[in-house]
């Protein structure tokens, strides 16, 4: 019998059916056992000489998982998201996330092998935690369709489609639908970034010809009935494709109302939905003169504030599965591209970090439960893209990615204080009840007692099932 190289002791473990009492035994990269706190087991591991990690007061819970992240991603010939493989995933591992999602991106006239195969040289040997790809598809043709199984079978199983975007990423409805039939044929999953971007399209160039070139305008002329409107045609593709479907960053009412029709229609319909549309807002935030208001610029953009309380409440009923952060943060000198034309703005901002401790403080508000706030950011996500029980669960044979998070403490988020690479922060002196004390990534300590002892290259590729949610 292998002896245990770590034992967090004193904690209270949280799944998605609660929080107990118990002791996390750790074996090597993996968890060995879950235990009675004074167990036989638990005083084996004390006496045998595992490194105990005391979690008293803390909440131990399994590593965070985000299935939506954008590193070091060229959104145009002058701006490259600012994060690299190596600083964003090192970002993650400090606020408690401990597997990424990031995009291999296919543009026009792309083979998407070759797609992958860039993204998986840019990433290697530079994460400190573990990661996978979906593969964004921007031309889907004869070859991609077929490549796409190929890819399935290697472990890359999940496939993401755009109703916006025209002339980069966007497809129209009858290629979506082939797209969808396919994944339904694979047993992968569909992804989409559900807003009607040809009508989008229409008023952005509308306002810019009217001179309404400021931020503001960015959130105007993308209405969240065109997200709604989307968010339905999509799901009536996918029912007629017989697939499966995940919407990403859903960030208003008109969509949330879609995918409860769709689920209340019996459909395989599931979202996301991030951080910033449960706390930020168009008024509030993206309607600022100069650099504040580029900042919030993101698609979709910032709602109205009273939908914060829609979305929390669209958490709680499960028609939003996963919290996601989007994360694709751009430095001010790149935001600033757009001072005179919010059209060239590159769209994205950074919370990588923040993902954890902004949803617990949603538990700390009555929004959610303890156990919700694991489902949404570490289980379901786990679950969904094929990575469970492997992540997403702390558990006998699960990897050992977990984060001893202390809700006793309050930090104020801030650029001074984040470990993302980028020279602002949209959550500037917001305080949080609660932090990420420790972080173990397959054994291996990333963060230990708020040091950062991880090492780029720990990381590896994840080649991931098919869903778990599926029928
Ligand atoms: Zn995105």
Same mark, same amino acid.
């Given at each position: 019998?292998?002896?245990?190289?770590?034992?967090?002791?004193?904690?209270?473990?949280?799944?998605?059916?609660?929080?107990?009492?118990?002791?996390?035994?750790?074996?090597?990269?993996?968890?060995?056992?879950?235990?009675?706190? @004074?167990?036989? !087991?638990?005083?084996? $591991? #004390?006496? &045998?000489? %595992?490194?105990? /990690?005391?979690?008293?007061?803390?909440?131990?819970?399994?590593?965070?998982?985000?299935?939506?992240?954008?590193?070091?991603?060229?959104?145009?010939?002058?701006?490259?998201?600012?994060?690299?493989?190596?600083?964003?995933?090192?970002?993650?591992?400090?606020?408690?996330?401990?597997?990424?999602?990031?995009?291999?991106?296919?543009?026009?006239?792309?083979?998407?092998?070759?797609?992958?195969?860039?993204?998986?040289?840019?990433?290697?040997?530079?994460?400190?935690?573990?990661?996978?790809?979906?593969?964004?598809?921007?031309?889907?043709?004869?070859?991609?369709?077929?490549?796409?199984?190929?890819?399935?079978?290697?472990?890359?199983?999940?496939?993401?489609?755009?109703?916006?975007?025209?002339?980069?990423?966007?497809?129209?409805?009858?290629?979506?639908?082939?797209?969808?039939?396919?994944?339904?044929?694979? @047993?992968?999953? !569909?992804?989409?970034? $559900? #807003?009607? &971007?040809? %009508?989008?399209? /229409?008023?952005?160039?509308?306002?810019?010809?009217?001179?309404?070139?400021?931020?503001?305008?960015?959130?105007?002329?993308?209405?969240?009935?065109?997200?709604?409107?989307?968010?339905?045609?999509?799901?009536?593709?996918?029912?007629?494709?017989?697939?499966?479907?995940?919407?990403?960053?859903?960030?208003?009412?008109?969509?949330?109302?879609?995918?409860?029709?769709?689920?209340?229609?019996?459909?395989?319909?599931?979202?996301?939905?991030?951080?910033?549309?449960?706390?930020?807002?168009?008024?509030?935030?993206?309607?600022?003169?100069?650099?504040?208001?580029?900042?919030?610029?993101?698609?979709?953009?910032?709602?109205?504030?009273?939908?914060?309380?829609?979305?929390?409440?669209?958490?709680?009923?499960?028609?939003?599965?996963?919290?996601?952060?989007?994360?694709?943060?751009?430095?001010?000198?790149?935001?600033?591209?757009?001072?005179?034309?919010?059209?060239?703005?590159?769209?994205?901002?950074?919370?990588?970090?923040?993902?954890?401790?902004?949803?617990?403080?949603?538990?700390?508000?009555?929004?959610?439960?303890?156990?919700?706030?694991?489902?949404?950011?570490?289980?379901?996500?786990?679950?969904?893209?094929?990575?469970?029980?492997?992540?997403?669960?702390?558990?006998?044979?699960?990897?050992?990615?977990?984060?001893?998070?202390?809700?006793?403490?309050?930090?104020?988020?801030?650029?001074?204080?984040?470990?993302?690479?980028?020279?602002?922060?949209?959550?500037?002196?917001?305080?949080?009840?609660?932090?990420?004390?420790?972080?173990?990534?397959?054994?291996?300590?990333?963060?230990?007692?708020?040091?950062?002892?991880?090492?780029?290259?720990?990381?590896?590729?994840?080649?991931?099932?098919?869903?778990?949610?599926?029928?």
């Amino acid at each position: 019998m292998s002896s245990a190289d770590v034992i967090i002791t004193g904690g209270r473990v949280v799944s998605t059916s609660g929080a107990t009492a118990a002791d996390v035994i750790i074996e090597g990269e993996r968890i060995a056992a879950v235990v009675a706190p @004074g167990s036989a !087991a638990a005083t084996a $591991a #004390e006496s &045998g000489g %595992a490194r105990i /990690v005391d979690a008293t007061g803390c909440y131990v819970v399994p590593g965070g998982v985000d299935v939506h992240t954008h590193l070091q991603l060229p959104m145009s010939p002058d701006a490259t998201s600012s994060d690299t493989f190596a600083t964003g995933t090192a970002a993650a591992a400090w606020g408690g996330t401990t597997t990424i999602i990031d995009f291999a991106g296919q543009m026009k006239g792309m083979h998407v092998r070759d797609a992958v195969e860039e993204r998986l040289a840019e990433a290697d040997g530079q994460c400190t935690i573990d990661y996978g790809f979906h593969l964004s598809m921007g031309d889907i043709d004869e070859i991609a369709l077929k490549e796409m199984g190929t890819l399935a079978d290697e472990g890359l199983t999940s496939f993401k489609f755009f109703m916006a975007y025209p002339g980069v990423y966007y497809s129209d409805d009858g290629r979506l639908l082939q797209a969808m039939q396919r994944t339904a044929e694979l @047993g992968a999953l !569909a992804m989409m970034h $559900a #807003e009607n &971007g040809i %009508a989008i399209d /229409v008023l952005r160039d509308q306002a810019a010809a009217r001179g309404d070139t400021g931020s503001i305008w960015h959130g105007r002329t993308r209405p969240s009935r065109l997200e709604g409107e989307a968010v339905h045609r999509a799901a009536a593709l996918a029912e007629v494709a017989g697939a499966p479907l995940y919407i990403v960053h859903l960030s208003s009412s008109d969509a949330l109302e879609q995918v409860s029709w769709a689920r209340q229609r019996g459909l395989n319909v599931f979202a996301e939905t991030c951080p910033q549309y449960l706390y930020l807002s168009i008024d509030e935030h993206l309607d600022q003169p100069g650099i504040d208001g580029l900042r919030h610029i993101c698609s979709p953009p910032l709602r109205e504030r009273d939908t914060h309380d829609t979305l929390w409440q669209g958490l709680r009923r499960d028609e939003l599965a996963v919290v996601s952060t989007d994360h694709c943060p751009f430095c001010d000198n790149e935001k600033l591209l757009g001072t005179d034309d919010f059209r060239v703005t590159p769209n994205g901002l950074g919370s990588i970090e923040h993902r954890m401790d902004l949803i617990h403080a949603g538990v700390i508000a009555g929004e959610i439960s303890l156990a919700r706030w694991v489902e949404t950011c570490s289980t379901t996500p786990a679950r969904l893209f094929g990575m469970y029980p492997q992540k997403g669960v702390i558990a006998p044979g699960s990897d050992a990615d977990v984060v001893v998070y202390d809700p006793n403490v309050t930090q104020t988020l801030g650029a001074d204080t984040h470990h993302m690479n980028l020279d602002h922060s949209v959550w500037e002196g917001i305080e949080m009840p609660g932090q990420v004390r420790t972080v173990l990534s397959r054994g291996s300590f990333v963060i230990d007692n708020r040091s950062y002892v991880g090492r780029a290259g720990h990381g590896r590729y994840l080649r991931r099932d098919l869903s778990d949610l599926l029928v």
